[in-house]
């Protein structure tokens, strides 16, 4: 057996690879490009793009591609070969600079939100070196930025890198008022926690709501759930555990650090977590996680459900969003150290997220803002709605010092004692965990928990990584003025603490009173959907925040309002359409079938003695009978609502009314049809059960 050491990375243009196959002139030129950001010359780009010809020709490749993330949620990629033809009639290989730096997709094909008309066909790709390239199958896969002929971002990279280059621009203000001249650059990394579920293929195959939406539709709670919280941190079963065996192979191969796996809260339901890396390169290879979970899925005779809700009743599955800034010097910004209260600057970037948040809860909500994210925040399993801070006791207290301009006391370590003396004593941690925040302090970075399972991180980092720059901006304009700095601080820290503790609490998020008191006390936003949220993105005070630290432009924020608004409302309609094609081809057959044959039935026994009363085939019958007319008005309800919906022509109109009458509709058909499943014979349901969808891998 190989060691892990050996093949991890082996599909990656790496820092190894570079360092082997390139001159040290051409590699110092690409590092200083990659690092601080420098013009890539075009000859260095012609032997990069010829060492990695033959690197990845070496490595089976046949072809190249451009590796991008547009607006549809998931990556896309046009594949080219590497041959050219030659004189003698044959082939030659050939990549060069210029097919390594630029490409030429089609940009009208993929959202635009009115940026692009649909004859407006030009747009390019264009290499990102700060993420290194990797073969995927026969393909060299170069990741890259997408933006349309006029330079609009119709993609997620690049709002993200700028995002990025915007919060260092304004950290290395802060750090030079320190005394430290010596950083280059500031990095904020993430490392995303993955929730899914595992289904068996074969029960998937036979439900067209999960084939066509990632969800079921319908579907009754099995006798079992996740009540005997027995699935949680349990052995995982053969199956899941060679499949969970094969993805960590083929993650490593391309050199995502996938670290940690474990059964999670639901039946079926698992999670992967990596090791943190930049967050440029941790959002691409979430992305690539996503897609090579279902493709060692499908090699196992199995399906990853990566929707935030694919079973009503149970937990959802969520992506936590570990966040964190550090120097290129590997210190992080937001550890706090042995004495938090003596560290000033600690202090400072600590204020600087709790302003942002507090600021910017708005965009920072609908930056998880799905119709499928809807359905699982402020369930049991997920953050409320409602955007909150927790910090602990430890900094609470330090925070409450400084606010009140007292001497902090400080937290004593106390030693935990298991009253067994082979075990080991080891000190509690000064702050407990906790997972009804929806951004919550955990030791030395912030986890954002909102984020849907099936949602690129980029979304939620680029509100981060924006609205702390513009926090670190305000701290480091005031305090370069400043005639005495280390007063001006201590004043900015406390004022910060007392303008913006209502957005921190360290209780229970899924208690019905923080709810009433972060609305109604604290002022606290509560938006509940998608087309309650999206809209806040072209509010003036975001809109002049991103646009001033050039992260969008006033018209790729319209584009992106509209493209997310327009999802939602795709993405419901389809599910509309797949209910009522199940209910009236499927459930409705099955429902009449079964009261048919219960009635032939009862005709049978009467006809054999005419004095039965045949109780419980009637009384059943009749019930169906019911059941059956309540579908039919259903079902008509629900179509006639669709039918009013095509008349909508305003996207937020459109949103709006299928939240209040369509999903309202699809709602109550579900209820009916659900009451169907309770009371037909197993033999005449059309459909896996969620007995047997959650509890038949083994």
Known sequence: MKSVSSYFGSLVFDDRVMKANLSAEVYQSLRKTIDVGAKLDIKVANAVAEAMKEWAVENGATHYTHWFQPLTGITAEKHDSFISPSPDGGVIMEFSGKELIKGEPDASSFPSGGLRATFEARGYTAWDPTSYAFIKGKTLCIPTAFCSYGGEAL???????????????????????????????????????????????????????????????????????????????????????????????????????????????????????????????????????????????????????????????????????????????????????????????????????????????????????????????????????????????????????????????????????????????????????NRTSPFAFTGNKFEFRMVGSSDSIACANIMLNSAVAESLKIYADRLEKAENFEDALHEMIRKTIKDHKKIIFNGNGYDD???????????????????????????????????????????????????????????????????????????LPAVEAYAYELAKTAATKKALDAGLACVYESSLVKKLSSIADRIAIKTEELENAMVDLCKTEDIIAQANAIRDIVLVSMGELRLVCDEAETVTAKKYWPYPSYGDLLFSVR
């Open 155 to 433: 993609d997620k990279k690049t709002p993200l890198l700028r995002s990025m280059e915007a919060l260092n621009k304004q950290a290395l203000r802060i750090l030079r008022l320190f005394g430290n001249e010596d950083v280059k650059c500031v990095r904020t990394s993430v490392g995303p926690e993955q929730e899914y579920f595992l289904i068996d293929k074969e029960m998937y195959d036979k439900r067209p709501d999960l084939r066509y939406t990632g969800r079921t539709l319908f579907g009754v709670k099995p006798p079992k759930g996740q009540e005997m919280d027995d699935h949680y941190f349990g052995v995982i079963k053969p199956r899941v555990a060679a499949y969970m065996e094969e993805l960590n192979e083929e993650l490593w191969k391309l050199g995502i650090l996938a670290k940690t796996e474990h059964n999670e809260v639901a039946p079926a339901q698992h999670e992967l977590a990596p090791i943190y890396s930049t967050t440029n390169i941790a959002t691409d290879h979430n992305q690539l996680t996503m897609e090579i979970m279902q493709k060692v899925a499908t090699k196992h005779g199995l399906v990853c459900l990566l929707h935030e809700k694919p079973f009503a009743g149970v937990n959802g599955s969520g992506k936590h969003n570990n966040w964190s800034m550090a120097t290129d010097a590997g210190v992080n910004l937001l550890s706090p150290g042995e004495t938090p209260y003596e560290n000033a600057q600690f202090l400072l970037f600590l204020c600087a997220v709790i302003k942002a948040v507090d600021d910017y809860q708005d965009l920072l909500r609908l930056s998880v803002a799905t119709a499928g994210n809807d359905h699982r925040l402020g369930a049991n399993e997920a953050p409320p709605a409602v955007v909150s801070m927790f910090l602990g006791d430890e900094l609470n207290a330090v925070l409450e010092a400084i606010e009140k301009d007292i001497p902090y006391e400080g937290t004593e370590k106390t030693q935990m004692k298991l009253g067994v003396n082979v075990l080991p004593k080891f000190n509690r941690d000064t702050t407990d965990r």
């Open 513 to 587: 009173t923080w709810i009433k008191e972060a609305t109604e006390k604290r002022g606290l936003l509560n938006y509940r959907t998608t087309p309650a949220c999206m809209p806040h993105l072209l509010a003036e005070k975001n809109v002049k925040m991103l646009t001033s630290h050039k992260v969008f432009s006033e018209s790729e924020l319209k584009s992106r309002c509209e493209i997310m608004l327009e999802n939602y409302c795709k993405t419901i309609v389809i599910e509309a359409n797949t209910m009522l094609s199940m209910a009236k081809t499927e459930i």
